[in-house]
């Protein structure tokens, strides 16, 4: 994000080249491709400025850097410094650097007989503590000619000591709005005095025409606000606007959304197994046969937001049994194509599944204080050779920590457990209650890790039971129990099943 501030104390150290040790002047390095001089006969103020000589055509080799300067992270920034640029074979940018290798840009100089101001207004990065300024000089000349030269006086370094407003997180829901939703934007807000002003940019497809929107409602540090419906396939680009008691003003990263629910996501994920990891995987859950031109899995880094990971899609459909998996070696069950990319970081991280770039399904996992990319509030770290899997399969409330759940049994290209228990003795016991059954046949499947007797029942809205099915398990195994629907009524149902101790009950629907 950016912002822009009153300003405060100069930083740097010999601003206006007025000490110097030998050719060189105090405080202020420069790279091999420019020469540098003390002048006395053209500056700014002072009795001197600096002369830059450019010669080399390797860019960057042409740097005067300033000493470094010790920051706070995450402050309102302003670099700058007057040239005299007075040559047509070349031109000087502004520059800040940081000590985490990131950098800031500002705008070029212009050819002029006098002397002009660049400036760079920033933020300091999250993670860093030390920065410089920096001016660049550049050969512009159709033939290089080597005799380029600059004058460079009065360089500033400020920063804010009363912070600017902090957007610490923007998300929308729902992820994916079809054209009769109205999207919801939320942004936490944080402010050491009062947020007095915002606004809400947002534009169709691109931001060349954009309409501008106050908040809705205002909930602690979350402002609220209402995008109204859109066309399906659109893009809808939007960007925050704040400004707070102390006349600082901070401008968020753009963000984005897809019009039009694609009904692909993510459905079960497993990134962390014994040793050096194998047998990871993603599961993707759509309709059959659904194309997946243009969707891709992005890894995004919790330390810093910034993607580390993509595995494109392209090329791929979605198998006729609405699983789609993508596996990390040839040992992961039903897999539909084979990456070593899905053997993302363990939590806390983020997932997020992108058509044509715009973000339609998102998984953040772990806990702590990271970079969340992911929807509502994180799903939970998970244990190793442990999945954290959606249940029902493609339910989707926009809501990590409601929407997955911790799975001790992987279950790539099947059906998800919705229920992990442990019975007296410490053993395991999952149960797939598949959501919605089709055709003639209901499957149930139970995977137990220990002996023992299952009983199963199947009752209708009026409380009568209508099925009932008894197994012993003489051994820890995989189990099926089915169930006939060919002439079962399409309506609601409840299955109860017992097993020793457990007690579980669930809601099904039956459709033809």
Known sequence: MFAFFLSADNLILNPGFESWTENTPDNWTHKSGITVFKEDGLSHEGNFSLKDSLTT?????ADLISASIEISPGVACTLRVWVYDNEPAGRLRLIACWNTGDSDWGSYSADSA?????????????????GSLALRAYDIDSVWDGDAVFYIDDAEFITITEPPPFVKRIWHTPTHPTQTETENIYAEILDNGNITVDSLYYGINNLDSHFAITHAAISGDTFSYNIPQQTEDDTVFYYLWVKDNDDSVTISDTNTYYVGNKGIIINELCYDTPGSDTACFVELYGPPGASLEGIEVVGVNGSDGEDYQNIDLTGYLIPSDGFFVIAQDSSVINSDTITTKVNLQNGPDNIELRFKGITIDALGYGNGNFIFTGEGLPAPDIAYTNSLSRYPDGEDTDNNISDFIETTLRTPGEGNFSYIKENNAGQPFDISFPSILLGNKGEFIIKAGG????????????????????????NPGTYKIEWNIKDVCPGVYFCNLQYEEILLTEKILVIR
Do not use: H
């Open 57 to 61: 055509q390797s860019q960057t080799d």
């Open 114 to 130: 006098n002397w002009q101001q660049l400036e760079l207004v920033t933020n300091t990065p999250f993670n860093a503590d030390s």
């Open 451 to 474: 002996k023992g007797r299952v009983d199963f029942s199947i009752f209708n809205i009026l409380g009568q039971q209508i099925f009932n099915s008894k197994k012993d398990f003489s």
